[in-house]
């Protein structure tokens, strides 16, 4: 059967002839290497129009139910990693899931057949996804496609950087593949990519109602929170974040795209992710860097205590120095920076972290953050460093092995990716995963949304209660009409 391109109906990202020609030897190589290693990558890469906006062409050339991903942080020169289909999957599950996907990822990247890098970070093939908060977590119903760890290889990545735009098509090939098989299925992805401008609008107005419920009763969380400090006060451990649900009932299915062009008008600093599997989608405006990895550079931020906004200025300001004053958010803060300080050590020659937090200020709230960057001593790779890091004191708590079995006695729930490393790497294992907070996973008409804080000596359940309603707001007003 002849391709799309044969047909002649070449879309506005079809290759050209130089790049057929290129493709050609790229798949050519790779079935070798596949049948001396059982399978190998063949990708290519060329630069697209700087106005292509990578999120809105995954979200409208989707197929189906198949997997896209979008993670932007439009803030920081637009950058834009944007990924549609699956070449191959890297799942697993337990305590030692960042290992061997890392190790996975390592042996598919070191064979790949593709072009030399060039362009902005992650430019080439890539692996984008996330893990769950827990090694077995995401096992109930409503996390289904979402395995505790789940790295796809996507067929089409879209990178951005500026006014810097690369396009990556990938196939994994099998010893009994051909270059024409493999040729024509890059061509016909090519040519089914359609070229939008902009994410779908959110509707503002639906017909029906919308229904915003707690998953279990806000005194619930009060009596959690109550039986978590006094097991601090008996000494048991220092600190544990405890998170809620609240689920948003919508009258039509929930769109992630056109939710995540809200979240990008509404928090341009932020990590704004979008993970869809089959007929669902995780979504997320994560103020929290987990790690950045970029050669022998990496970065964190570590991000506790917070407050609300106010649309007075002064008193805005003022709440902020209230924060920078409070010994319960600066000793939540304090446990963060020594865990991650503590647990790159080993791996770096000089770890260095700012003497004071800072405020950083988010469109509904501001949290105390302290950057921290690290010159890296050995070769370890982004998922194996932020495997390391999580859960960070921020989502788990201190001393973690106290903290550990003690979140799902009292929270009740399976967290799924909520508070887990959403991100992406390429072949250089750099690349960049930040703490999945501020979030909601949508199935249909079903938006769970999920909000904790750091519970300590002096915390107070209703006080803590009122927090985590403040930082639901970030995701209701959109989610809820």
Known sequence: MASVHEAGLAGPFALSHADQQRLRKRVTEAIRRARRYGEALAAISVKVDARTDPSAVVAASRRGDEPWFCFEQPDRDRAAVAALGCATALEDDGPDRFRTTAKRWRALASRAACDPPEGPRGAGPIAVGGFAFAPDGGASPPWAGFAAASLHVPEVALVRRGDDVRLTFAVLAQPDDTPEDLTNRINNRANSLQDAHDLPLLDPSPSGRYRVVSAMPPEHYEQAVQRAVERIEQGELDKIVLAREVQVHAPTDHDPAAVLGVLRVAFPSCHLVVAGRGDAAFVSASPELLIRRDGERAATLALAGSTR???DPAVDDHLGERLLRSAKDREEQAIVVRRIAR?????????TAHEEPEVVKMANIQHLGTPIRAQLSRAISVIELAGLLHPTPAVGGEPLQQAAPL???????DRGWYAGPVGWTDLDEDGEFVVA??????RGPVARCYAGVGVVRDSDPAAELAETETKLQALLPVLAG
């Open 343 to 351: 647990t790159l050590k080993p791996y770096a020659v000089w770890v």
């Open 309 to 311: 906004r106010s649309a």
């Open 407 to 413: 979140i799902p006695a009292l929270e009740g729930l």
């Open 437 to 442: 907070l501020r979030c909601a996973l949508l």
